[in-house]
């Protein structure tokens, strides 16, 4: 099945750019997806890229999708404190069943 | 626009009892999901429905755990009998008819289970 990869662990100083990758592995995915989760909140729908695109860019937000690799990332520009939190990709490999990530967790320390 | 809902919000129940957690989506979403999340990991989808109708229900125990979503709106789901390992976070999710061919998912908070 579908196995969707990220690094565990970001640390950066508010003002930064924060980049967070992904990795897939089901070429036929359609859609991915960026979600971000704070403590005790169920996931928050940040962005999603179709899989014939390269680039995203949505205010502060950029995705830049590499399909060949099967590799996403997003990128946060200016990173404030309120970004710390766990952000998740996910893959769209089948009829709308997304495949998260174990979930980056972000720490922005000021 | 309301966002989805769900209820209790935590629960403590002792192993081999049984619980129910509830979820209302946002009105006219077709498709309604439940997460189970284990603490550290991703979501990992239980059931999927589009209106009444069960899309997918791969990974559901279907030997203790059950669904259902009557009348196209709300849904539960059921644990009879809990274990330990089923300790998680319950999510439910809603997604719309896009036209674009995306499925967005929008989350509720979550149930926090925690079997003793």
């Known amino acids: 099945g579908e196995d969707v990869e990220q690094s565990l662990f970001l640390s950066v100083r508010e003002g930064d750019s924060s980049v967070i990758n992904c990795t897939y592995t089901d070429s036929s995915s359609t859609y991915l997806y960026w979600y971000k989760q704070e403590p005790g909140a169920g996931l928050q729908l940040l962005t999603y890229?179709?899989?014939?695109?390269d680039m995203k860019q949505d205010q502060r937000l950029t995705v830049l999708l590499n399909k060949k690799d099967k590799h996403l990332s997003l990128r946060i520009a200016d990173t404030q404190t309120g970004d710390s939190a766990i952000y998740f990709c996910a893959s769209e490999p089948g009829y709308s069943t997304l495949t998260f990530g174990k979930g980056t967790m972000l720490l922005v320390s000021p | 626009e309301a966002g989805v809902a769900q209820s209790p919000r935590y629960k403590i129940i002792e192993k081999r009892q049984s619980v129910a957690f509830w979820c209302n989506p946002i009105s006219g979403h077709a498709t309604l999901y439940w997460y189970q999340q284990i603490l550290g990991q991703g979501p990992k989808l239980l059931i999927q429905?589009?209106?009444?109708?069960?899309?997918?229900d791969s990974q559901l125990p279907k030997d203790r755990f059950s669904a259902e979503r009557l009348k196209g709106v709300d849904s539960t789901l059921k644990i009879q009998p809990a274990k330990l390992e089923d300790s998680a976070v319950y999510l439910c999710?809603?997604?719309?008819?896009?036209?674009?061919?995306?499925?967005?998912?929008?989350f509720g908070p979550g149930t926090r289970l925690t079997v003793t």
């Open positions: 429905f589009q209106n009444n109708g069960v899309v997918d």
């Open positions: 999710a809603s997604s719309p008819v896009t036209g674009t061919g995306s499925y967005e998912q929008y």
């Open positions: 890229i179709f899989s014939n695109m």
